[in-house]
């Protein structure tokens, strides 16, 4: 399909970003986070849901003349709890260190209100918030209950509890389209880079003595890109496999990460082309890539669902569109934009 002109440009864009500091470092960031996947979503889901953390050892301080329905609840939630006679003596004990936080509950006009005190500035003060918001639903779902009687109108059913894995979750929802789209936004980032330095160091304007047009240059510099980030995902994913993270639908996933390349790498090198000067470029290709991927979210699917759905195996119809849909678009996209890329004359740079 290419000839050598174009593999050769490819082989030498690729081969120079092993000089650039920043792509390598992004890379060897994402391998070790593939590679070492299995320990690392461990620590990287506690900060996404700081609940999923064992806590057992928390002890909130309980005061106030309602502090029967709050220890009942902070039962339901499985948070322990020590009860003091005053607010002032849970607090002395908050002071020493003895109890995590404080929850003083008081009843105000038939109404129970709880002031819940927590420590600041530290990690354990991080999961300390999640029990104690945990004791405040758990609260508030036990009133509902006990309360529902006295009502005169059917108050909105509660959403039901969710059992899932946060592990599951985030592997899934988080890790595994991280992985996956991290790659073509640097891909397009680095066409912005090689087209530009062809353009400010004058390079462009050799061509016209040479047997490569414009679209050979075009077609050679989107070929390396194009091929970079399929590649990196498929060793992402070998390597999420490896840890034991399950990934289905390869093929699809592939099909899915090389067509938002071909998207970027195409606006990169319109946006490249258009400018000419690298910091310009860049950063327009940061904002419109960024904008482009929140304004996704009007899609039916938005493509990082997309991919979580295929990677766990519950992929839908809608799913397959998505990824058909921009496949087309990748290919339309690079068809016209290499139209374009034919009318451009060097000497105008």
Partial sequence: MFDDVRVAIARRDIASLSRERTIVLALAIQVFIAAFSSFLVVGLTSMYDPGSVESGELTFGVSGETRDELERAAGSAGVETEHYPTREAAMDAFRRGEVVGVFHAESVDRRISVTATVPDGSVQSTLAVVKARDVLESLERDERTRRAAHLQTRPVSLPPEGDGSSYFGFTYTVLVPLLLFLPPFISGSVTVDVLTEEIERGTLELL?????????????????????????????????????????????????????????????????????????????????ALGLFGVAALLPEHPATVAAKLAVGSETTVSTTTVLALSVLAVVSYAGTRRYVRTIDPERY
């Fill in 208 to 288: 016209q003595v040479a047997p490569v047009t414009m679209a050979d240059v075009f077609d050679g510099k989107a070929l390396g890109m194009a091929i970079l980030a399929p590649a990196q995902a498929l060793l992402w994913i070998a390597l999420l496999v490896v840890n034991g993270i399950t990934v289905a639908n390869v093929v699809p996933l592939l099909a899915l990460v090389s067509a938002v390349t071909l998207l970027v790498v195409v606006l990169g090198a319109v946006l490249g082309l258009l400018l000419g000067q690298r910091r310009q470029a860049q950063l327009l290709y940061s904002i419109v």
